[in-house]
């Protein structure tokens, strides 16, 4: 088969990918869309660097370590997930996928659907959407709703994830660690092209760890052998194994 027909091929096949994601009028949602395979390839990248660190660090322990912190590891992986998919879909400037999809595509004439946003507006709202709904100035709409709820809902893994696998990650830590990485996330999205900051973006996400660690107390509660393995690191494994052979070793000895 010609190569340049195995290219147009592939080509044809990236374009109908493309248009599939235009599902929605520019937003954040197809942006986790067109985001979505290249946060994928890096997380798998970030496993196979993972497990080739262990392989080195570890030796002959590799097996029965990846083995017994499988959990640690996977919420891990799972936690670099949501870190890069919330950094693809809140840190990039609001065309940044749907360019690279349009230039891996080939396409030249690009249909506008729905108005485009603004360029550099470096806009940030300080005032809650709550105060607009009290005073009558705005009313409550599905969409605002909507976004209202995801930005809750994006910050729960966080809230939930950093207790088990951070050793020292109590409740004040880990509320002060999501609120900052939302506050930054805030600072720098009105720098960017066609984003601003929002006052209501940060007190949903720090709701969202709030409800997070929520989660995770219930979980410790119902299921602590869960929450007990969840902690349990390569690290913890391996020393482990090393205490235990230097145990067999002097009773052997003796």
């Known amino acids: 088969?010609?190569?340049?027909?195995?290219?147009?091929?592939?080509?044809d096949a990236i374009k109908y990918v493309y248009q599939q994601t235009q599902f929605a009028a520019i937003g954040s949602y197809s942006i986790v869309v067109q985001s979505f395979p290249f946060?994928?390839?890096?997380?798998?990248?970030?496993?196979?660097?993972r497990c080739a660190w262990h392989k080195h660090k570890f030796g002959r322990y590799f097996k029965e370590i990846r083995k017994k912190s499988r959990l640690n590891e996977a919420l891990r992986l799972l936690l670099v997930f949501w870190l890069m998919q919330l950094a693809a879909v809140t840190i990039t400037p609001f065309d940044f996928w749907e360019n690279i999809w349009i230039a891996m595509a080939g396409i030249e004439d690009i249909p506008i659907i729905g108005e485009m946003p603004p360029t550099f507006t470096y806009d940030f709202s300080f005032i809650p959407s709550a105060y607009y709904y009290i005073s009558g100035e705005q009313g409550i709409n599905f969409r605002i709703v909507f976004?209202?709820?995801g930005n809750i809902a994006a910050f729960i893994p966080l809230g939930f994830a950093l207790p088990i696998i951070g050793r020292h990650m109590q409740f004040p830590l880990t509320l002060l660690t999501g609120a900052s990485l939302s506050l930054i996330i805030e600072l720098i999205q009105p720098f960017?092209?066609?984003?601003?900051?929002?006052?209501?973006?940060?007190?949903c996400n720090t709701l969202g760890v709030v409800m997070g660690y929520l989660l995770?107390?219930?979980?410790?509660?119902?299921?602590?052998?869960?929450?007990?393995?969840?902690?349990r690191t390569a690290k913890d494994v391996w020393l482990e194994s090393l205490n235990a052979e230097q145990?067999?070793?002097g009773e052997t000895s003796v």
């Open 147 to 149: 976004m209202l709820i």
């Open 247 to 249: 145990e067999t070793t």
């Open 39 to 49: 946060v994928v390839l890096a997380t798998t990248a970030y496993w196979f660097l």
């Open 1 to 11: 088969m010609d190569l340049s027909n195995v290219f147009n091929y592939i080509q």
């Open 192 to 203: 960017l092209y066609g984003r601003s900051g929002d006052i209501d973006d940060l007190l």
């Open 216 to 231: 995770y107390l219930m979980i410790k509660k119902l299921f602590p052998k869960f929450v007990e393995n969840g902690k």
